[in-house]
Structures are given as structure tokens and as C-alpha cells.
């Protein structure tokens, strides 16, 4: 992509009504506009990274050996009247009432959508398990809209749903989630702590929230400082093996939410103990029957019985996660994308736009990297080379390739790593062939 053509809203100055540094930073990197409170548009460089976050959960929840629908965003009331939420939700559900005076809502999560559909599918205790999810927009009207993408009123969630005979069955589909979403944030870069947390409005008794330690999270947290030099890596796993051990590892360091946090009742020694706030980046529910007892979700046992599914919900605030990224990853001159999620991989930058050496070259190392399929934004526009290093710092590629006259005079480029700073003089061949993966 040509900077000169690309649709890049950048701002200079810090917009005012931004409160923390993702939601300052994603302005003024022309990622979204604000349309009303809680209300985004996605720009081009916002929705590149909304959409490589959203394709990670993907594969991740595909791994898991969970099946991809889509469901409606707008919901008809009746279903809720079923499992006895229309009226708890209150105000923070969006009530619609359509031509013929029909009760609808735009859904702020989708258990009993989903119930419906399965209780009116599934007959035999030989359909079970199953894993359905999407990856739809929500809409909660939140008393307090902030932080831009981070607490939004629309935003973007991953939200997968199971369905067990029995306790034995959900708990295998719930570690399953858990181990799936160790993988999935490990993937973007984050450090993403499982905590035991409060089910409220969703249910149940088991319950994790997923957690990034960050100043500006909504959250207060606490966890065993052993947290703090744990890393949690991507490793493979056999989804259809015993994944018990898996979750008991993960939870054997203590971790707990401010619902579940009792200090009193807290097994571990007060100086052993952090005290922290977070960023929720998802949330996993074993609810048992809530949903599918009220809504009659039952299938027929191998004796002819009757037997009501088993459920849990598991949810990824793919909107909010773009916004976490940022705070877990930015220097004072901007985004430092981690490369699994990054708009583009590498700003190439011609510093002379006049000078008919640098552009050819710059052209040249366009159209390769194009051909190696590696993404890249050419800032091609006549701006000064400080106007281009600063917004190539502010949107954050983790790769600069530099173009100028003094270089090119002995053949020679040079490519900045966004992240250390560290920069190289190289030859175009080699920066190729170092960012294609060849090197
Ligand atoms: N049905 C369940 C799980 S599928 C559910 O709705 N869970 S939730 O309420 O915890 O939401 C799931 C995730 O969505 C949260 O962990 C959070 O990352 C994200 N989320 C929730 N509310 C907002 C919001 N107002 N703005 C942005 N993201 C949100």
C-alpha cells in the first residue's frame, strides 16, 4: 500500500477527551473515529489489526474443535422471556420494537440465541459435544462508555458456546476454552492471566477471567508476584487428550479477581501477594443447566431418558483487545505492534521523495516485497524525513527499511526493529531477504 493513496487520518496533537494511551494512540493513529459514545468506526489501519486479532481467535477456536456460526446481532425479546434475563439485564440492553409493535433487542450476548438453536437441532445424547461460536457485534449500553474501543457500548466479541451430557463432559469443553485461550493471547504477544472471577448477569460457579496487568485496567486484581516472571507461551496441546493437568498448572499460582478476593481467606502470605489492575480480555462460564433447563434444551439419553444439556459460554473481547494490545505494547512515540497482529509488517521510507535515485530504488523494494508477499506501507508522500520517521513511530510497523541518498550512494539501506530501536545499514538484497523470513 502507497502511503500517498491510503486512507490515514493521522492527528498531531493529543486529542483531549482521551483518557488513556491506547485510546490516544489509536486516534491519533487514524485507526477509528468515534461516531456516538461507545460508537466506533473502524479506518483502514484499525480494521487491519481488528481483523488479524479476530482471525487468531479464529484459528484458535477452530484448533479447539469448536464450529464458526453466525448469529444475528438484532434478537426477538421471547427468548429471554424464556430464560427469565429480559428483565434482569435492565438498562443495559438495547430494546427495539419493531413495525408490528414485536419486542426485539440488539443482543448484548447470545446464550439463549444459541440455546434455542440447539434444543431445536439436537436430539440424541449421540449429537453431544458440541462448540458453536461467532464472532459478532454486541451492544451493551454501559452506564460509562471510556477508554475508547476498550469499554465500548458496540464492540466486537468472540463468543463460543458448549454442550455436554454431563459436569464430566463441560468441564472438558470449559479446560478446552481455557487452554485455547492461553494460546490465543500467547499468539499477540500478551501476557493474559487466568483468574478465578464472578459470573454475574452470564451465571454459574466456574468461572476465569483472562487479565492483562496494566495500569489503566477497569479491574482490580490479585495475584502471587511468581505471576510476574511466569511467561505463558503458545505450546501445542491434544485438545481431545486430558487437558486437567494443563488447567491445574495454570491455576496452581494463585489469582483472583476483586469479587473472589478474599483477604482473609487468601492462602497465600500477604508479602507473596499483588495488588494490581487489569485489563479483561475474556471470560470463560461453566453455567451448568441455567439456560437449557428454563428453555427445555434436552436430548435423549442411551436408555431413552431424558437428558438436559450440560452448558458453558466463553467469551473474547475481540474490539477491547486491539486496545490492550496497545497499552501492553507503546513507547512515548507510539504503537510497538508485536508482529502476529501488527496493520503491515515493515513502513518502507523513501526520505527523498524528489531525488529520482531513492524513489526507484524505494519503487524497486516495494514491488519485491509485494512479490515475497510481505505487507508492507511505502511512505511515498514529499513530506520531511521527521514528519515521516515520527508517523512511522507513531503507527507502530515493527520494521522500518529506510531510503536516502547517503546510503544508497554505497548501496545500502537501513532497517530500524520498531521495538529496540536497533538499526542496521544493509543491502536491499539482504533487507529482502531478512524481511521475508529468508534470512
Ligand atoms: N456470554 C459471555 C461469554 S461468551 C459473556 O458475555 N461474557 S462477558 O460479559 O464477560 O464478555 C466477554 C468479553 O467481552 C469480556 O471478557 C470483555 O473482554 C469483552 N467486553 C465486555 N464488555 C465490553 C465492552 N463494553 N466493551 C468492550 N469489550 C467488552
Not at 487520518?9 to 486529542?15: A, G, Q, R, S, T
Not at 477452530?62 to 434482569?88: C, F, H, N
Not at 466463553?314 to 483487545?321: A, K
Request: aromatic content about 10%; hydrophobic content about 40%.
Amino acid at each position: 500500500m502507497r502511503l500517498s493513496a491510503y486512507f490515514l487520518p493521522l492527528i498531531k496533537e493529543n486529542p483531549t477527551e482521551a483518557q488513556i494511551v491506547s485510546h490516544r494512540l489509536m486516534l491519533r493513529a487514524g485507526m477509528i473515529r468515534q461516531s456516538s459514545a461507545g460508537i466506533y468506526s473502524w479506518l483502514p489501519m484499525g480494521f487491519r489489526v481488528l481483523q488479524k486479532v479476530e482471525q487468531i481467535v479464529r484459528e484458535e477456536q477452530d484448533r479447539a474443535g469448536a464450529q464458526e456460526v453466525l448469529m444475528p446481532t438484532i434478537q426477538p425479546a421471547e427468548l429471554w422471556k424464556e430464560s427469565g434475563r429480559y428483565e434482569d439485564y435492565g438498562k443495559e440492553m438495547l430494546r427495539i420494537v419493531d413495525r408490528h409493535e414485536r419486542e426485539m433487542l440488539y443482543g448484548p450476548t447470545n446464550e439463549e440465541q444459541i440455546t434455542e438453536i440447539v434444543r431445536a437441532s439436537l436430539k440424541s445424547y449421540r449429537d453431544l459435544p458440541k462448540m458453536l461460536y461467532h464472532i459478532q457485534w454486541k451492544f451493551r449500553d454501559e452506564v460509562r462508555p471510556r477508554f475508547g474501543v476498550m469499554r465500548g457500548r458496540e464492540f466486537l466479541m468472540k463468543d463460543n458456546y458448549s454442550f455436554d451430557l454431563d459436569a464430566k463432559g463441560a468441564k472438558h469443553s470449559y479446560n478446552k476454552m481455557f487452554v485455547a485461550y492461553l494460546r490465543t493471547f500467547a499468539r499477540m504477544g500478551l501476557k493474559a492471566i487466568p483468574m478465578r472471577a464472578d459470573t454475574g448477569p452470564i451465571g454459574g460457579d466456574l468461572s476465569h477471567e483472562f487479565i492483562i496487568l496494566a495500569d489503566t485496567g477497569e479491574s482490580a486484581v490479585y495475584c502471587d508476584k511468581r505471576w510476574l516472571e511466569t511467561d505463558i507461551l503458545a505450546s501445542s496441546v491434544d485438545y481431545d487428550g486430558d487437558l486437567e493437568p494443563v488447567f491445574q498448572q495454570w491455576t496452581q499460582l494463585y489469582a483472583a479477581t476483586d469479587d473472589k478476593h478474599d483477604p482473609k481467606a487468601c492462602p497465600i502470605p500477604k508479602e507473596d501477594l499483588v495488588e494490581a489492575r487489569g485489563i479483561e480480555v475474556g471470560h470463560i462460564f461453566y453455567f451448568g443447566t441455567k439456560y437449557s433447563k428454563p428453555m427445555g434444551a434436552t436430548v435423549v439419553g442411551p436408555g431413552g431418558e431424558t437428558i438436559t444439556i450440560e452448558m458453558g459460554s466463553y467469551g473474547i473481547g475481540v474490539s477491547r483487545l486491539v486496545g490492550a494490545i496497545i497499552e501492553a505494547s507503546h513507547d512515548e512515540n507510539g504503537i510497538i505492534w508485536p508482529e502476529a497482529v501488527a496493520p503491515f509488517k515493515v513502513a518502507l521510507i523513501n526520505l527523498r521523495a524528489g531525488d529520482e535515485a531513492c524513489r526507484s530504488a524505494a519503487f524497486d523494494l516495494y514491488r519485491k516485497l509485494q512479490s515475497l508477499k510481505v505487507e508492507v506501507l511505502y511512505d511515498d508522500r514529499d513530506e520531511s524525513p521527521g514528519a515521516k520517521f515520527a508517523a512511522a513511530d507513531l503507527i507502530g510497523l515493527p520494521w522500518q527499511l529506510v531510503v536516502g541518498p547517503r546510503g544508497l550512494a554505497q548501496g545500502k539501506v537501513e532497517l530500524k526493529e520498531r521495538r529496540t530501536g536497533k538499526r542496521e545499514e544493509i543491502t536491499p538484497e539482504e533487507a529482502l531477504a531478512r524481511l521475508s523470513g529468508a534470512a
